[in-house]
């Protein structure tokens, strides 16, 4: 537009011709005016994203709901909205806002499905407006994004937990009290108990005398580790380590559901000092869906064996997952049992997990199993199309030499 305004004017000027010089200067000046029309247009919209259902997992989908609200005092103009989304989640999303007045709110919807788990981001938005006559197109963009968590998903596992009946214990691996939970119970009255510790409102329920009864109760633990992974290439896939957290996460769901209290262990959870809190199966499955293989040649794993080793030290049953390909780390991680603590343990042989696998490490992988077991684990071999509920099932068959039966 710009070339031709000017072709006309010169044109017009030469031969004398002053309406051509008039429509040269017109085609001139409309997109420098249009460009200054498109500047003036400020956007004042915030964005705020729901997603419905707030908690999703892998290949289930959900709907996120964008919503706009208009804080000016002018009206918006029609903008164009392009919704960035991850690229584990779906498309991109696109949508016409019409024009907003003064503190208005308008939403939009789009699907996602996400493939893989962990934490994904949606946003920012970008909305696109042009001007009446379409030679300016103006861009801005809403940097507020929204951290979606993808859960890993469960595997059924059938059968009671292979800890039965292991360790000094018997069935009930561990009899400990959490930080904040009340150790008192309640009991009939019998001759010569404290009349301070009747229980009044419960008394009143039942029609006779109860008493608390302060003591240990019993409660079984599961100290679920997943150290830091050292990936074996480069890539940001890793399917060896998305097996180990849909496996880990299965158990814990599955030990949940027998009255375990969950302590999970990884880097995030070490760091946020969550690692010795009880936590929900859906708070375990947050905690490993966020897992990320180590950047580095040698992540740390000092402090988190030093916190592991700690709870496991309290009793309870370890479940943990190793690769064979690190094997510094397999050795710190059989470093946990001690004595008659039961022990779960899955190796994993990463090199079957490979795109093409360059060679078998069978070898490694048994041979890591054979020390875990005379160390008094249960372990499981797992490699590449290997199910959790067959590993499961390997495990409660599998019998540590050192364990006490």
């Not at 000092?273 to 499955?285: D, F, G, K």
């Not at 008659?340 to 041979?367: C, H, I, K, N």
């Not at 099932?393 to 019998?399: F, Y």
Request: hydrophobic share 45%.
């Amino acid at each position: 537009m710009l070339a031709a305004g000017m072709t006309l004017t010169v044109s017009g000027a030469g031969l004398g011709f002053d309406d051509l010089v008039r429509i040269g200067a017109l085609a001139m000046a409309l997109p420098l005016l249009s460009l200054l029309i498109c500047r003036r247009q400020r956007v004042t919209l915030s964005v705020f994203r729901t997603c419905h259902p707030p908690v999703i997992a892998v290949g289930c989908s959900a709907t996120v709901e964008v919503t706009l609200h208009h804080r000016g005092s002018r009206a918006t103009p029609v903008l164009l909205a392009y919704e960035q989304v991850g690229a584990r989640l779906g498309a991109p999303a696109r949508a016409l806002v019409p024009v907003l007045g003064a503190e208005a709110r308008w939403s939009f919807g789009y699907p996602i499905l996400p493939v893989r788990r962990g934490a994904h981001l949606l946003g920012p938005l970008h909305l696109h407006r042009r001007d009446v006559f379409g030679l300016v197109t103006a861009t801005t963009v809403l940097p507020e994004a929204a951290e979606i968590i993808v859960l890993p998903p469960v595997h059924p596992l059938e059968g009671a937990s292979p800890t039965a009946g292991t360790g000094t214990e018997g069935t009930r691996p561990t009899l400990v009290a959490l930080h904040g939970q009340d150790d008192a119970s309640l009991r009939g009255y019998q001759q010569g108990d404290d009349l301070r510790r009747i229980h009044w409102p419960v008394t009143a329920h039942r029609g006779e005398l109860m008493v608390r009864h302060e003591g240990q109760p019993t409660l079984r633990r599961a100290v679920i580790v997943l150290g830091g992974y050292a990936a074996p290439s480069s890539s940001d896939d890793c399917p060896s380590l998305d097996w180990m957290v849909e496996a880990l996460g299965s158990v814990a769901v599955h030990l949940a559901g027998q009255g375990y209290a969950l302590h999970v262990l990884t880097p995030d959870t070490l760091e946020a000092a969550t690692a010795v809190l009880r936590l929900t199966p859906a708070q375990a499955l947050r905690a490993l869906a966020v897992v990320a293989p180590a950047t580095g040649a040698d992540p740390p794993r000092a402090p988190l064996m030093a916190a592991a080793r700690e709870l496991a030290g309290q009793g309870g049953v370890v479940v943990t997952a190793i690769g064979d390909h690190d094997e510094p780390m397999a050795h710190e991680v059989l470093s946990l049992k001690s004595g008659t603590t039961p022990g779960l343990l899955f190796v994993v042989d990463v090199a079957s997990f490979a795109p093409s696998p360059a060679g078998s490490r069978a070898g490694r992988s048994q041979e890591l199993a054979g020390l875990a077991r005379s160390g008094g684990w249960r372990v499981a071999v797992v490699r590449r199309g290997d199910s959790v509920a067959a590993a499961w099932t390997e495990l409660g068959a599998s019998r540590g030499s050192g364990v006490r039966r």
